[in-house]
């Protein structure tokens, strides 16, 4: 066993999982930062690209989410706990098998995004002016997103093989690129064509082009626990098995999220454009709070997957709790502090009173909620590294039926319009949390531990 990994199964859990979350947490606020700046741009733009912007973000959202959050944890996963049991072929045959479901996944998004993207963006509310530009902008995204699913899971391979450092700072070296290229491509900054919200999805795709670059040559030719070797470019099913079996039900996540976040959005669009385009600020903020939560959860799933690797379910279960209340401790701040002071940050992505007044409902009912819906994130990521998903595929089914449910309750018979939408939008979060919870009391990742022959 390499001394990186004996690290992961032996240090203190709160120190090591500071000092793996630091890296990751920093770059996420950074990759976030950039995300808000992006919805600054396209707002000296004016409502209309907002509200399509907006429309699109769930979409945007959804292929993150399943880039990094689902196929990216299932290949961290896999690769930890194969070194944790002292395998190295086996994690380098699974660098291989996730960089080519990095590749499959994206192109079967593109085909159902040209079958059905403009029906669904309509069932949104979008129309006009603001339906055309949403496609436009989809399709672009789409369209070049093999990019964005190569960077996630080579970074992603990073992390199962212990490294947070690397994939962070490449995170922070593509924001720092990402920023000025946006403003020049959505304002026409430094004498650059002025393609407005296009410029938005043209600087993701070229920065992340330039990234996954830079990671895959260092998978081949850095010294680590397991390199990107040629030699081991062997497909086999029990692999794509091992990653399949976290990533399939990890897609529901994304796929939940995105659903409540689509559903909702329908919801709030009855009431207009300029609230639409204020839950759209609302909902990216609530993005920057997953962002920071994966950060911890990112180092989670690596520390837990090596121990349940090594036959340690004390260990994991240990990191596992401690984890979670590092990430009830920050959403629990980072909420109350946006909830409390919105007349500070709003202002700053718009002017419109309608606008600035949805955004700021939706945080103050959502955001002191963030802390409790930190545990549930943190145990997510977690319980991936465990290979243990049925509570969380079961928590995954119940946010949006609740969400929807309550919020449907609350904006009909009790007519509480957009307030009404926002506490629907919090019973799902809470459930998700309390159904997550009791699967790891229940001693769902002990079932994990491989049996000894």
């Not at 070296?173 to 430094?190: C, D, E, K, N, T």
């Not at 939706?362 to 998903?389: D, E, K, N, R, T």
Request: aromatic letters at 8%; one cysteine or more; hydrophobic letters at 55%.
């Amino acid at each position: 066993m390499d001394q990186r990994t004996e690290h992961l199964l032996t240090a203190p859990a709160l120190p090591l999982l500071v000092s793996l979350s630091i890296p990751s947490s920093i770059a996420f606020i950074v990759q976030s930062t950039v995300s808000l700046t992006e919805v600054w741009y396209v707002g000296q733009l004016g409502s209309t690209p907002l509200a399509a912007m907006a429309l699109v973000f769930p979409m945007l959202m959804l292929m993150q989410m399943l880039s990094v959050g689902a196929l990216g944890n299932a290949v961290s996963s896999a690769i930890a706990r194969a070194l944790g049991a002292g395998d190295r072929d086996r994690a380098e045959q699974l660098m291989w098998h996730g960089l080519a479901l990095a590749i499959a996944g994206p192109i079967t998004l593109l085909i159902a995004f040209l079958i059905s993207g403009k029906f669904f963006l309509s069932l949104l509310g979008g129309s006009g002016a603001i339906l055309e530009l949403a496609f436009a902008y989809s399709a672009v995204l789409f369209g070049g997103s093999v990019t964005i699913w190569i960077m996630g899971v080579g970074s992603s391979i990073f992390r199962g093989l212990g490294d947070m450092r690397y994939p962070a700072r490449m995170m922070i070296i593509g924001s720092l690129i990402q920023v000025p290229l946006s403003g020049a491509l959505v304002l026409g900054y430094f004498g650059s064509p002025k393609l407005g919200l296009l410029g938005a999805a043209i600087s993701v795709i070229a920065t992340s082009a330039l990234m996954s670059v830079v990671i895959v040559l260092r998978l081949v030719r850095a010294e680590l626990p397991a390199n990107l070797r040629l030699s081991k470019a062997v497909f086999r099913l029990r692999h794509f098995n091992d990653i399949g079996r976290v990533a399939l039900p990890a897609s529901l996540s994304p796929i939940s999220t995105v659903a409540t976040i689509l559903i909702l959005t329908g919801l709030v669009g009855q009431f207009g454009e300029q609230a639409l385009a204020g839950y759209g600020i609302g909902s990216r903020i609530e993005f920057l709070m997953s962002s920071l939560i994966f950060g911890i959860g990112a180092a989670m799933t690596s520390v837990v997957g090596t121990s349940i690797g090594a036959q340690n379910a004390d260990r994991a279960e240990e990191v596992g709790w401690v984890g979670a209340g590092m990430s009830f401790v920050l959403g629990g701040v980072i909420g109350t502090l946006l909830a409390v002071f919105p007349h500070i940050w709003i202002p700053i992505f718009t002017d419109d009173p309608v606008v600035y007044d949805t955004a700021k409902r939706f945080i103050q009912i959502v955001g002191p909620c963030l802390a409790i819906h930190g545990v549930g994130w943190a145990l997510y990521f977690a319980s991936q590294g465990a290979g243990a998903m049925r509570g969380p595929v079961t928590a995954l089914i119940a946010r949006p039926l609740i969400a929807v449910g309550a919020a449907t309750l609350l904006l009909g018979p009790f007519d509480l319009g957009l307030t009404g939408i926002f506490l629907g939008a919090v019973g799902g979060m809470l459930a998700y949390t309390v159904i997550i919870t009791a699967s790891v009391r229940g001693g769902a990742w002990r079932r994990q531990v491989p049996v000894s022959p």
